[in-house]
T-cell receptor
Framework: KQEVTQIPAALSVPEGENLVLNCSFTDSAIYNLQWFRQDPGKGLTSLLLIQSSQREQTSGRLNASLDKSSGRSTLYIAASQPGDSATYLCAVRPDAGKSTFGDGTTLTVKP | GAGVSQSPSNKVTEKGKDVELRCDPISGHTALYWYRQSLGQGLEFLIYFQGNSAPDKSGLPSDRFSAERTGGSVSTLTIQRTQQEDSAVYLC????????????FGPGTRLTVT
């Protein structure tokens, strides 16, 4: 059974700092991995999707990497801003079907 | 274009009543997913539809839960004889093959059972 762990559970940083969020999974037979952000009381917004054959994806200040063999992904956020404050979730799936989610990292960026 | 929409946004019901939650996926998306997010807990998979294939119902917590998808588009999640532990946010997502099945989520329905 796939298990997904996100560390740390919470993170508080001053504005402008670069930071890394971690996601680990137990079964390396994945189809893809997706990073989301969730604002309080809202749904999930897709940030980046990495296919199992890819090593990284970039979008603006965000960069996600994938090391399938070690069961790890990282989300790098450059030059953090208060608007980045949210809960960040990673999700893995073995095929096009259901995803297994981590419990998330709650990020607070202080002005 | 329009994203995934869900209705109602909030639903308060009495214990024992039946409820129906609706999801309108992005047009053209063949895959549709339901998840549940309980207070202080992670997202829990409920059910997955893909085209005309039999749905993956492996996440439904009990036989009080059912879902259907009509015409390959709109989906309805039905909870019969609601219990207080059913209180949660119910999230729907859709995806399609041409975009590597990247999941796009709706805003969710917050269900409160009193």
């Amino acid at each position: 059974k796939q298990e997904v762990t996100q560390i740390p559970a919470a993170l508080s940083v001053p504005e402008g700092e670069n930071l890394v969020l971690n996601c680990s999974f137990t079964d390396s037979a994945i189809y893809n991995l997706q990073w989301f952000r969730q604002d309080p009381g809202k749904g999930l917004t897709s940030l980046l999707l990495i296919q199992s054959s890819q090593r990284e994806q970039t979008s603006g200040r965000l960069n996600a990497s994938l090391d399938k063999s070690s069961g790890r992904s990282t989300l790098y956020i450059a030059a953090s801003q208060p608007g980045d404050s949210a809960t960040y979730l990673c999700a893995v799936r073995p095929d096009a079907g259901k995803s297994t989610f981590g419990d998330g990292t709650t990020l607070t960026v202080k002005p | 274009g329009a994203g995934v929409s869900q209705s109602p946004s909030n639903k308060v019901t009495e214990k024992g009543k039946d409820v129906e939650l609706r999801c309108d996926p992005i047009s053209g998306h063949t895959a549709l997913y339901w998840y549940r997010q309980s207070l202080g807990q992670g997202l829990e998979f409920l059910i997955y539809f893909q085209g005309n294939s039999a749905p993956d119902k492996s996440g439904l917590p009990s036989d009080r839960f059912s879902a259907e998808r009509t015409g390959g588009s709109v989906s309805t999640l039905t909870i019969q004889r609601t219990q207080q532990e059913d209180s949660a946010v119910y999230l729907c997502a859709s995806s399609f093959r041409q975009n590597s099945y990247e999941q796009y989520f709706g805003p969710g329905t917050r269900l409160t059972v009193t």
